[in-house]
């Protein structure tokens, strides 16, 4: 049966619970809430090293856990790309540049970052290991 195993919920497609309902479930029960990742290729502004987005994103791709990956960020948020909305809110880990200008272009797009559980790493200053290490990094281990 098709669907991702979340603690002792099981979800598919078929499921009649809605993601907000599964959020509160788990965090109702203490339990740990998984993070979704967002890659950011920075394909149009070139301002990460090329070395660390090939490294990030093979490290990523080699470790067999789900992602998001974009071409670049600031081309979406520049014609206010609809699915901005879906990747922006609670419990989202993205790497990508500055996290200024990352919440700075998701705001200008309309799709304003959650509070709560959302991580910006930069690509820019922080080393491939060091954004890979804290994307693929479990909710418990940060607890």
């Not at 090939?54 to 979406?76: I, K, N, Q, T």
Request: charged share 20%; with cysteine.
């Amino acid at each position: 049966m098709a669907g991702a195993q979340l603690g002792l919920l099981h979800c598919s497609a078929s499921s009649s619970f809605s993601a907000v309902k599964i959020f509160f479930l788990l965090r109702e029960n203490r339990m740990p809430i998984p993070l979704r990742v967002l890659y950011c290729n920075c394909s149009y502004a070139n301002v990460v090293p090329k070395a660390t987005k090939e490294a990030v994103l093979r490290r990523l791709a080699e470790s067999g856990s789900p992602f998001d990956a974009v071409p670049d960020l600031c081309e979406m948020s520049a014609k206010k790309d609809p699915a901005l909305h879906e990747l922006a809110g609670e419990g989202v880990r993205i790497a990508a540049c500055y996290p200024r200008a990352v919440r700075w272009l998701f705001s200008a797009a309309g799709a304003k970052l959650g509070a709560e559980n959302v991580e910006i790493l930069n690509m820019r200053t922080d080393t491939p290991e060091s954004v890979v290490a804290k994307l693929l990094e479990t909710p418990e281990a940060t607890a």
